[in-house]
């Protein structure tokens, strides 16, 4: 069984590396690739992801806003922070 994922990364270079370490992994099927929580969450009804990678800091709606929303009336799927900054 593939997981899918989505990545949601304002940074394109660190969305890019995840995106590039995930397609090594056998069980992972990068879905999708989304810069902030809006476009993550119209991409999310989309892709139905199993996980979801979501940066901490981004522009607009935040991590836990749109991590909040990605519910909608269905299973949360499996939500994983990321973070460059190293106080997070």
Known sequence: MKF???I?????RSSWLLKTI???IE????????????????MAEDVQPDI????IVMPGMNDMDASVKL???????LVAFVSVYTDH
């Open 27 to 42: 069980d992972i099927e990068v879905a999708g690739t989304a810069s902030d929580g809006q476009k993550a969450l119209e």
């Open 22 to 24: 995930l397609e090594e």
């Open 52 to 55: 979801v990678f979501m940066d």
């Open 8 to 12: 949601v990364d304002d940074d394109e």
């Open 71 to 77: 519910k909608k009336g269905r299973q949360l799927p």
């Open 4 to 6: 899918k994922c989505l």
